[in-house]
């Protein structure tokens, strides 16, 4: 069973960066992918990037050029680096995991392959 569990989030001011990263134990299947979502209480959740374990990453539009998702395959720790943050980065961010590989960039608009969760982490931007 994969459990992933976040860290990293808190409160900035526009303009500034933080740092997610999400540790996932009991994932041992050679190829695999992960991504990082967001959502309020007023919005649908919301992919924001995915990667495979080979390295193929994708981003939603409202984030390229300023996150990076990466992974450190050896460790199974997800991150997601958020550079020039704006108010409307404002969310609970979640780590998801899923098995296989070759269906990541579709997944990111979908959140169809992601089978574990993690239970998120807070994210607010001040204007």
């Known amino acids: 069973q994969v459990q992933l569990a976040e860290s990293g989030g808190g409160s900035v001011q526009a303009g500034g960066s933080l740092r997610l990263a999400c540790t996932a134990t009991g994932l041992t299947y050679p190829r695999y992918a992960m991504g990082w979502f967001r959502q309020t209480p007023l919005k649908d959740r919301e992919g924001v990037a995915t990667?495979?374990?080979?390295?193929?990453?994708y981003y939603a539009d409202s984030v390229k050029g300023r996150f990076t998702i990466s992974l450190d395959n050896t460790k199974k720790i997800l991150y997601l680096q958020m550079d020039r943050l704006t108010p409307e980065d404002t969310s609970t961010y979640y780590c998801a995991a899923g098995l296989g590989g070759g269906w990541a960039h579709l997944g990111l608009t979908t959140g169809n392959g992601f089978t574990s969760w993690g239970r998120g982490t807070q994210v607010s931007v001040s204007s």
């Open positions: 990667i495979e374990s080979d390295g193929n990453t």
